[in-house]
């Protein structure tokens, strides 16, 4: 909507960003604990004649298990992490307000020990800037139109607002 | 696709979880498959062909008091190297008495129970057979213990000794029971 300044990060995101985080941790270290157990289980009724068995069963449930957790890990609580700190980052920084055609860049980056991001060039009258935006939040800026007021913290797009 | 790509990402993290899993647990079941020797009976067989595992668990049905444990090993894994001491040896005539003539001190002599054909040497028993080559009849033969070639009858005897290191044989150094004893007792009476 022109004239009304659309943030990035709305509180209710980051609300929603942190309880995905929080259920995700809950979730792994339930199927941790039930692998395990499972595991320890399976070692336990184990005897000469079902050893061999029960041993591939057991290594089966702790690889599968651990790659789920793993997977979990890495890509459900890091990945969520990561964003969260970029975004209280941002939304705690000091806002400047650029005001030009903005033009979002298809690539997408990976930044080292943080999200993946997307280079948005604005366009004024004084020359050409660039930052940067989430990838994750790109599509909506870019959908947002190309007469901008881009709001940047740290070097970020942290919010925008379409020009009348 | 975006799982796929996540974890072609992360593959060598995935790839490293699986060989510590494997190695880690497979650590834990040779732990928890074994007992100390005073609990453990173990049992080489010197024969064409044995199925230990199967073996193992048909002796373990009747477990003498005591043990928790009876390992059945190929006479081979004894030679190249492993420090494990076995209690009963299964080997043919000619091996047992290569082994008197050799190390006599590592074989046990025994009395020899009723029923039951000794190997003498030097005027002691040291061995009883376990598979006669005149009848080519043997305890758990073709079961658990092939002792001769499919297409070639065995020319030899076997016989089941006791190494004089084992601790469960009563009259041994250090014995703490005659469990080995019963086993041997058990693994004669396989059917032939």
Excluded at chain 2, 85 to 92: A, E, F, P, S
Excluded at chain 2, 138 to 156: N, S
Aim: aromatic share 10%; charged share 20%.
């Amino acid at each position: 909507m022109p004239g009304q300044i659309v943030s990035l990060y709305p509180p209710e995101r980051l609300r929603q960003l942190k309880r995905k985080i929080k259920a995700l941790r809950i979730l792994l270290w339930l199927l941790a604990a039930a692998a395990l157990t499972a595991c320890v289980v399976l070692t336990c009724c184990a005897n000469t004649a079902n050893s061999s068995v029960m041993m591939l069963w057991t290594m089966g449930i702790s690889t599968v298990a651990g790659w789920i957790v793993l997977y979990l890990a890495i890509f459900g609580v890091g990945e969520g992490k990561k964003e969260l700190a970029h975004a209280s980052h941002l939304v705690e920084g000091e806002q400047q307000a650029v005001t030009g055609t903005v033009l979002v860049d298809p690539c997408r980056m990976r930044l080292r020990k943080s999200i993946s991001v997307r280079k948005v060039f604005v366009r004024t009258p004084e020359g050409e800037q660039s930052f940067l935006v989430n990838a994750a939040r790109a599509e909506e800026l870019r959908r947002a139109g190309e007469r901008l007021t881009v709001y940047v913290s740290h070097g970020y797009v942290a919010a925008y607002e379409v020009c009348p | 696709m975006k799982i796929l790509k996540n974890i072609m990402s992360q593959f060598h993290t995935f790839l490293l979880w699986a060989l510590a899993s494997v190695l880690l647990w497979g650590w834990i079941y040779t732990l928890v498959n074994d007992a100390p020797r005073e609990k453990k009976v173990t049992v080489f067989i010197n024969a064409v062909a044995i199925d230990d595992h199967a073996l193992a668990v048909r002796l373990e049905e009747h477990l003498p008091d005591g043990i928790r444990k009876i390992k059945v090993h190929d006479f081979e894994y004894q030679m190249i190297g492993s420090d494990v001491k076995g209690d009963i040896y299964v080997v043919r005539a000619s091996q047992l008495e290569q082994m008197l003539r050799e190390k006599p001190e590592a074989v046990l002599p025994i009395t020899v129970p009723e029923g039951c054909i000794g190997y003498d040497y030097g005027g002691s028993c040291y061995g009883l057979r376990i598979f006669d080559a005149a009848s080519q009849t043997g305890a758990g033969a073709g079961k658990y213990i092939w002792y001769a070639y499919l297409d070639e009858p065995q020319k030899e005897d076997y016989y089941l000794c006791f190494g004089t290191e084992t601790v469960h044989v009563l009259g041994a150094d250090g014995a703490v029971d005659n469990a080995a004893w019963e086993v041997a007792m058990e693994l004669l009476s396989l059917e032939k």
